[in-house]
C-alpha cells in the first residue's frame, strides 16, 4: 500500500463519513443564523410551528404554474474550471528538476561530495502534500441561484416550485370540510447567501494559513441596524437576555397590553386583543417569502421604505390603497424601485389572504410595513 | 436596585405614553429578510403589420430577453407559456393571464418599417401585479441594421426602470483577439457589441498589441503595440481607424495607458534604464510629466471618476500592492493589506469601488475592495484570472481569463459585483484585455 | 555533471527549441541572425565568430528566480562570455529581450521583462561592451518559450535573450 492510496483512502472515507453524517452539522443552524432564532421565546416558536405545519391547502392553489423545468431550476454556476481538486498545488520554485537524478551519482565513492549533494534533497514542499481538502469548521452553503432567508434543498424534480412549500393534499373521503385538492408544492432551492467562485473554492484550499475573511461578519452589521420604529431600548433590561429588540419589544408589548388593558380597551372599537408576537411573526414570515430585492440596484438595497396597506376582512391587501409614507437611505428614484419591490412582495403574496386572525381584524386593517434591506446587501 | 426600578419605570412610561397615544394606530413589522431571484418576465414578439417587421420584432424581443436574463436579475418565462397574446400595441393588458404564469413584468412593443431603411420601436413596461405601467411608453428611430441597438437600448430602460441601475447593454468592449499557440500568439484588436455580436478588427496581427483602454466618450482607443519592436502607446480612432504614437521619449518603453476622465491626459508607465515608473501626457500638446520616482515598478494606473486620484500597482512594499495617490503629486497611500498580490486596480464609475486582479496560492482571482481597501471581496478564483473593466453601470465587471496548459486559451468573462452570474462572453477566437465604452448615445 | 555541460545541454536545447518557430518576434528593425545561421563554415556553431556560436557555445540567455531580476553565479558566467564576445565581434549590436513566466499581471510582467534585461544590459556594459551597442526590451509574458503552465516550464520563461543585430544601424 503506498502512500497515495492511503491518502486516497483518507479522503474517500472523509468524504463518506461527510456524506453520511453532514446532514447532521448541517442542521445546526450557521452561527450567524442564530440572530433571528434567538428572537423567537419558545412560545412563539411554538405558535409559529404550529401555524406552519397545518396544511394552508387553499393558498396559491389557482395559480398554476408553467412546468418549465429548464428555467425553474437554472442550471449550478459550474464552470469548466471549478473542480480545483484536480490542480495539484503549484510546483514551488525552489525543487530543481534536476536534483534527483543527482542521487545516481551519490553511489560511488566520494563520501565528502555525499555530504555537500545530499542538502539538495529537499523535504517536499508542505504545500505539496496537502492534498486533503480542508476540514471546514461547517459545511458550506452550496451555490443556488437563489438566495433566501432559510437554505432549501433542491427540490424534487416533479414538485411545482413556489414562494410556499406545501404539502400534498388528496381529498379525504372521511373530512367534514372536504379539502380542496392541491399538488404539492415546494420553494425553489436557495442558498443563505452568495457564494462567489471564490468562496466556493476555498474549501479545497490548503490549509497552511487562515484566508481573510472577505467582509465584516453579518450578525454584527444586522445588531448596528438601528430599529426605526421602537423608542423605548430600556425595556430590554427586563430580560437577561442579549439585545434582541424586535421580539422582545412585543412581548413586552403583549404583556403590557395584558396590564393596560382595560384602559386601551375604552378608546378602542371591538377589535380584539393585539395581535401575539406570533401571529406578526408569520405575517413577516409570509411577506418577506415574496420580497424579491435581487433585481434591485445597490442604491434601492441601502433604502428603507416604509408602506402602508389596507387590508380587507378576509386578509387579502387592498391592492390600490399600497402606498409609500417614507423612505430612508437612498434617493427618490433608488426609493420608487425599492417600493415597487415591496409592493409586489404585498400583492403576490397577499394574493390568497394572510393567515390573519379574524377576530382581530381592527388590529391589522392598516399595517404599516417597513422592508429594510439593510441585511441583504452584501449576501 | 433602586436605580433598577427607577429606570425601569421610566422606560415603561415612555413606552406607554405613544402606545397609548396611537390608540389603534396601524399594525407595524418590519421585514428585514427577502429572497433575490432572478424576477420573473415576460417579453412577447414585438407586433407589426408587415411581414418583414415582424420577424424584426421577434428578433428584437429575443436580444431584449437575452440581455435582461443575461444580467442574472431577470428570467425570462418562454413565449410558448404565455396565455394572452399581444396583438395590438395599444390594447389592453390582460394583467391575470400575466399574473397566472407568475410574469412580475411585461413588455409590449411594436415595431414599424419605412422601406427606406429606417425602423420605429415602441414599447411599453408593465407591473403585473400592481397592475401598471412602470414609466410612459417610448418610441426609438433607428437604422434597420442597427436592430440591435434598438433592442439593447429598449432593454436598458427596462433594467433601470425596475432595478433602477443604469443601463448597460447599449455599449461595446474592445478587445485584443488572440489565435495560435501559446508561444507564438498572434494579436489584434477587435470591437464588438457588448454580448459579442458584431466583431471588427481594428488593426491586424503582424504586431503583438495589448491592453486597449477606451476614451471616456468610446471614440478612441489608447493601445500598447509592438510595431517598431518596442512597446508604444498608440492611440486611435474608431470611427476612422487612424492612429498615431504617443510621443514619449525614446528608447523607452511605454505601455499600461488609461484616459483621464475627461479625456484629455493619458496616465501610463513608463520604463528607462529597468525602472518603471508612471508618467501623465497632455494628448494635445504631448507635454509630458512624471508622476513617482521611485526604484520599484509602478504601472496599471487608473484615475478615479472625478480625475481627481490615481489608483496603482506598485511593489515598493517588496510585493505588488495597490496605491492611491492625488492626481497631481506622488505622496501615495497603500490601501491592499489583503495577503497575496494584488495588481490593475480600476477605478469603478460609480467611485465607490476599486476592481482588481489578485495572486494567492496559485490562483488568481478579480475582486473588488472600498477605495479605502475596506471591504474586499473576492469574486471568482481559477488559474489566471486578470484585467477588470467595469460595465458602464459600475454593477459588472468584464475580465480575461486564460486556462492553464499547453492548450490554454484565453477568453472574456463577465460577473456581477455580488459575485452572482459569472458567465463568458461569446467571442469566435481566443479574447483578452476587455475594455468597456461607455452607453452609446 | 559540471557546470559547462549543464550549459551546454541547457543552451543546445533551447536552441533547438528557438529554432522550431524562427522570426517569432516582430522586431521591426532588428535583423535577428541567431536563428538564420545558413551553411558553411562561417555560419555554422564551429566558427566562433558566428551568431549561432554566441547562440549556442556561449548561450545568449539567462534565467531568473521567480520575481528577481538579479544575477545569478550561472548567468554571470554565460553573462561574461557574452561580453568576451560581443567585445570581439564589434559589428554586432544586440536587443536584450526580457520575459516573465504567465505568473502575474500583463502590466506587472512588462515591467519585470524589463528589470531583468535590463540587468543584463548593466552586467555587459560592466564588461566593457559599448551602451550604445545594447537596446532592451520587453515581452512580459507575451512570448514563451515553454508553454506548460509548471514551474518546469515557468523556469524557462523566466529569462533575457540576447538577440544579436547586424551593424550599428539601429
Known sequence: MNTGQIISGAGHLALISWALFGGVFRSDPPPFEVVEATTISTEEFAALLARQSAPEAVANVDTPEPPAPGDAAPPLASTPDTPPESTPPPAQETAPPDSAPDVTEITPPAPAEVTDTAPVLEPPQEDVAVVVPEVSPRPKPRPAPRVAPEAVAPPEPDVRIDEVAQPEVAPDEGAEVPQEPAEATAQEEAATEIVTEAEESKDTAPTSSLRPKPRPSRPVAQAETPKPAETPKPATTETPKPAAPATDQSAVNDALAAALGTSQNTNTAPSGPPLTSGEKDALRVAVQQCWNVGSLSTEALGTTVVVSVRMGEDGKPDNGSIRMDSFSGGGDAAARQAFEAARRAIIRCGANGFNLPPEKYDQWRDIEMTFNPESMRIK | ?441 | ?170
Open chain 2, 1 to 441: 436596585m433602586m436605580r433598577f426600578m427607577m429606570t425601569l419605570l421610566a422606560a415603561l412610561t415612555l413606552w406607554a405614553m405613544p402606545a397609548l397615544a396611537q390608540g389603534n394606530g396601524p399594525l407595524r413589522i418590519e421585514i428585514t429578510e427577502g429572497v433575490i431571484e432572478p424576477m420573473p418576465f415576460a417579453v412577447p414578439d414585438f407586433v407589426s403589420d408587415s411581414a418583414a417587421g415582424q420577424e424584426l420584432g421577434r428578433n428584437i424581443a429575443s436580444v431584449i430577453a437575452a440581455d435582461l436574463t443575461g444580467t442574472g436579475l431577470f428570467r425570462q418565462i418562454p413565449n410558448s407559456a404565455h396565455i394572452s397574446r399581444i396583438t395590438s400595441f395599444d390594447s389592453p393588458v390582460q394583467y391575470a393571464d400575466w399574473r397566472a404564469i407568475n410574469a412580475q413584468a411585461l413588455i409590449t412593443g411594436a415595431v414599424s418599417t419605412d422601406g427606406a431603411g429606417r425602423i420605429v420601436a415602441k414599447f411599453r413596461i408593465y407591473d403585473v401585479f400592481s397592475g401598471q405601467e412602470l414609466g410612459a411608453g417610448q418610441q426609438l428611430v433607428g437604422t434597420q441594421d442597427g436592430w440591435r441597438r434598438i433592442a439593447h437600448k429598449v432593454a436598458d430602460q427596462v433594467y433601470s426602470r425596475i432595478t433602477g441601475e443604469g443601463g448597460y447593454f447599449d455599449s461595446r468592449v474592445v478587445f485584443v483577439a488572440e489565435s495560435g499557440p501559446k508561444d507564438q500568439r498572434a494579436k489584434r484588436l477587435g470591437i464588438m457589441d457588448y454580448d459579442g455580436a458584431n466583431v471588427q478588427y481594428l488593426t491586424d496581427s503582424t504586431s503583438i498589441v495589448l491592453a486597449p483602454r477606451f476614451s471616456p466618450t468610446g471614440d478612441r482607443v489608447l493601445y500598447t503595440s509592438y510595431e517598431t519592436g518596442f512597446p508604444r502607446i498608440y492611440v486611435l480612432d474608431v470611427a476612422s481607424v487612424g492612429r498615431r504614437e504617443l510621443p514619449t521619449q525614446d528608447a523607452t518603453m511605454s505601455f499600461a495607458p488609461r484616459f483621464s476622465p475627461n479625456g484629455r491626459t493619458v496616465v501610463y508607465s513608463l520604463t528607462q534604464g529597468g525602472n518603471t515608473d508612471l508618467y501623465t501626457m497632455d494628448i494635445g500638446t504631448g507635454a509630458s510629466s512624471r508622476l513617482t520616482t521611485a526604484p520599484s515598478i509602478e504601472t496599471a494606473p487608473s484615475y478615479s471618476p472625478d480625475g481627481s486620484q490615481i489608483v496603482f500597482e506598485s511593489d515598493r512594499s517588496g510585493t505588488p500592492q495597490l496605491y492611491i495617490m492625488a492626481a497631481g503629486d506622488g505622496e501615495a497611500r497603500r490601501i491592499s493589506f489583503g495577503e497575496g498580490r494584488y495588481g490593475t486596480p480600476v477605478w469603478s464609475p460609480r467611485g465607490d469601488l476599486v476592481a482588481f486582479t489578485k495572486q494567492s496560492k496559485g490562483r488568481f482571482h478579480i475582486g473588488v475592495m472600498r477605495t479605502d481597501g475596506s471591504e474586499e471581496r473576492l469574486l471568482t478564483a481559477s488559474f489566471l484570472d486578470e484585467g477588470p473593466t467595469w460595465a458602464p453601470n459600475g454593477r459588472v465587471i468584464m475580465f480575461t481569463r486564460e486556462t492553464q496548459g499547453e492548450q490554454g486559451q484565453a477568453s472574456l468573462y463577465s460577473v456581477d459585483i455580488t459575485g452572482r452570474n459569472l458567465k463568458q462572453v461569446p467571442t469566435s477566437t481566443g479574447a483578452s484585455d476587455p475594455s468597456w465604452s461607455p452607453l452609446q448615445n
Open chain 3, 1 to 170: 555533471m559540471t557546470y559547462l555541460s549543464k550549459t551546454l545541454i541547457l543552451c543546445a536545447g533551447l536552441a533547438l527549441a528557438a529554432c522550431t518557430n524562427p522570426n517569432r518576434f516582430d522586431d521591426g528593425n532588428a535583423v535577428d541572425l541567431n536563428n538564420g545561421a545558413g551553411a558553411g563554415l562561417a555560419g555554422s556553431a564551429q566558427d566562433p565568430s558566428s551568431p549561432a556560436y554566441f547562440q549556442q557555445t556561449v548561450g545568449d540567455r539567462v534565467l531568473f528566480a521567480v520575481d528577481q531580476s538579479t544575477l545569478g553565479s550561472e548567468a554571470q558566467v554565460t553573462l561574461d562570455g557574452q561580453a568576451n564576445w560581443l567585445m570581439t565581434n564589434r559589428d554586432f549590436t544586440a536587443v536584450i529581450e526580457g520575459h516573465a513566466d504567465e505568473q502575474g499581471t500583463r502590466e506587472y510582467n512588462l515591467a519585470l521583462g524589463a528589470r531583468r534585461a535590463n540587468a543584463v544590459q548593466e552586467y555587459l556594459i560592466g564588461r566593457g561592451v559599448s551602451p550604445n551597442r545594447l537596446r532592451v526590451v520587453s515581452y512580459g509574458k507575451e512570448r514563451p518559450i515553454e508553454i506548460c503552465s509548471n514551474e518546469a516550464c515557468y523556469a524557462k520563461n523566466r529569462r533575457a535573450v540576447t538577440v544579436l543585430a547586424a551593424g550599428l544601424g539601429s
